[in-house]
């Protein structure tokens, strides 16, 4: 049994891929963009329904190259943010800057409070740094910022190494700040799709876990919950109800809520749900198939996860994908297509999702074959 994927769009990279990123698609349905990240800039194009431009599209140069830190875009393309080494910039379309929160250096052993990029920019140890990350609210009033300590003139414990900032997205000013708990060698922001008051925070710590934090600001003070330790966040459902993770080991896929846990049983272990890769058959002993989720993937809609086992197939053949319904803790289902398919999947919300080309110059987006039936399966 399986499921059938059509082709939705064809929607092409804004920048070469030789200059830049690859193309994301972000925010929901009737307020999608395409953005990318240059070498000296970000473009944004507003996308209608149908995946095709929807008027101008903007550009906000960057303040330092893109491989010292990460960036958002705001849901109107009104303005940009840089999470960089030293400091969160705000940056309009013209390249002013809007506002700036510095913050501790995010290369580990750096001490230092450093007042721009140029002073640290040809030092040959800060090639390499960690990474925090920002993400925008849902009505872009907020940017929540995951950033080394400490700030400027701030007041933090010896022992917080990471904090989590909310700030006025206008203004710059911070609002709150709360200890992430965390060391991270990376994070993404997940923003709740219809609560500005809440985020989803996925940090990254290389080996030595996955720390998951879920945020609430109540107009006074960010309120920090520890979901789990262990635990990367994937994406949200669109009420916002509930979370699919992938464990940092790769070997769990589960459904949650946003108190971190597991709802009506749905944790999908890689080892019992997914068959062994079809070009894998003839292998003779078993533990050599290793069968592990990726890192990517999230909800189509309310009840339907799509999930990708790309990394773990490779050294047998072509990376698959699944249907995942999030209504039966049984219910996982190949996604077949009618051309090849590179990389991984990114759900983008009603009902589609996005993989990129091999050159990564171009996003296919994906609905499923309504031939099936509702869901697309075999009958």
Known sequence: MSVHARLRATVPALLPAAEAGPPEITGPPGRRMLVQRGDGEIVAQPLDDSFAPRGASVRFPAPWPRDRGTWEVAPDAGLAVFAGVHAVRAVDPSGATRWEVRHGCWYGACRESHTSYEAYAERPDHRYPESGSVGFSVDGR???AHVRGP???GESSPDTVDEWLVVDAGSGRVLGRADAEAAAAGSIHVPHPTDP?????????GQDGAPLRWGRWDGSGLTVDRLDEDQCLLGLSPSGDRLMTVSHDQDSLAVRDSAGAVVDALDWNAE???PRHPDAAGEADEDEVERCWDWAGGFLDETTLVASTAECDEEWGRGRHWLVAATDARAVV????????????????????STPSEARDVLHVWELDGRDGRD????
Request: net charge negative; hydrophobic share 40%.
């Open 197 to 205: 008051a809440q985020m989803g925070l996925s940090i990254g710590e």
């Open 142 to 144: 907020l940017v929540w």
């Open 272 to 274: 019992a749900a997914i």
């Open 376 to 379: 697309g399966r075999d009958s």
């Open 334 to 353: 190949p996604i077949t297509y009618p051309s090849r398919v590179t990389g991984e999947p990114t759900a983008l919300g009603g009902g589609v999702w």
């Open 151 to 153: 700030l400027p003139g």
